[in-house]
């Protein structure tokens, strides 16, 4: 495997992710919270700057973009739709192109629903997709901006990858996220132990992410929505899948 990926904790509580293909020698970050702790671990290993993707518009996704742009000159990638309110592109995608990044694929995604222009960025030959702030470790991002439906189709079509894709999402929310899903479906074993490793490793500063989709699919209320035992677990027996959706997210949003 050539293909290596670091996350990269920012901020509070931000993750950005570094893939380094050690074949090309090109590294693309996807999100920057902040420079500093992306600086410090590309030149611990040794590596150059080459790609920035972003996810969508909000500054802790982007307000170390600049700065690094500065530092190391790499081509900027971002949506299309976005352009207006995102750092300078140098090159602006829509959903569903794929860009070349030196002969690995990265395929885009429409990610709408935390904001209207979120994209989610798939990179099969590392088994990974970075999602930001739409699927996330356990739960989704909030409907700042887009609607129940767009987050459910966006989910949707995530959870259409192949189920040992890596989700490396934004944000460790994951205990907190494992205490709301555990209000949804108390009684799923496969759930009560996630949560019990994930109270683990934040016990001892470990990042909970990223996660395995599959792990996604068995525990995570946001992608289970329309499982008939979660409709029943909310009382919603015969409701679509977007209107459970749209109640589990508002539960979560008062939780």
């Known amino acids: ?13 931000n993750y950005a992710f570094l893939l380094h293909d050690r074949k090309s020698g090109a590294t693309a970050l996807f999100d920057a919270p902040e420079a500093w702790p992306i600086q410090r671990e590309l030149e611990r290993r040794n590596w150059q700057l080459t790609h920035i993707f972003i996810t969508h518009h909000h500054g802790d996704h982007i307000d170390g973009v600049a700065e690094l742009v500065a530092a190391y000159h790499p081509e900027v990638i971002g949506a299309a ?11 602006a995608v829509e959903p569903g192109d794929t860009y070349d990044m030196w002969g690995r694929e990265v395929q885009v ?33 909030r409907l700042f901006e887009g609607t129940a439906a767009q987050m459910w189709a966006t989910l949707s079509r995530l ?20 205490r709301f899903a555990r209000t949804i479906e108390p009684d799923n074993a496969a759930l009560a132990e996630r949560a019990r ?3 683990q490793a934040r016990a001892i500063g470990t990042p909970n992410v ?40 508002a539960a979560k949003d008062r939780f």
Request: glycine letters at 8%; aromatic letters at 6%; a negative charge.
């Open 1 to 13: 495997m050539t293909l290596e990926i670091e996350t990269v904790p920012c901020l509070a509580d």
């Open 81 to 91: 739709r976005d352009a207006h309110r995102l750092p300078p592109l140098d090159t």
């Open 109 to 141: 995604f429409d990610a709408a629903g935390h904001t209207t222009g979120h994209v989610a960025y798939y990179v099969p030959k590392a088994g990974a997709v970075f999602t930001g702030d739409s699927l996330m470790a356990l739960g989704c991002g």
């Open 159 to 178: 959870a259409a990858l192949p189920d040992d894709t890596l989700v490396c999402s934004g944000h460790e929310y994951t205990a907190a996220n494992a």
């Open 197 to 199: 490793r994930t109270e």
């Open 210 to 249: 990223p996660s395995a989709l599959a792990e996604e699919k068995a525990t995570n209320p946001f992608l289970r929505a329309g499982l008939d035992e979660v409709k029943r677990a909310v009382g919603m027996d015969g409701a679509s899948d977007v209107e459970v959706f749209a109640h589990i997210r």
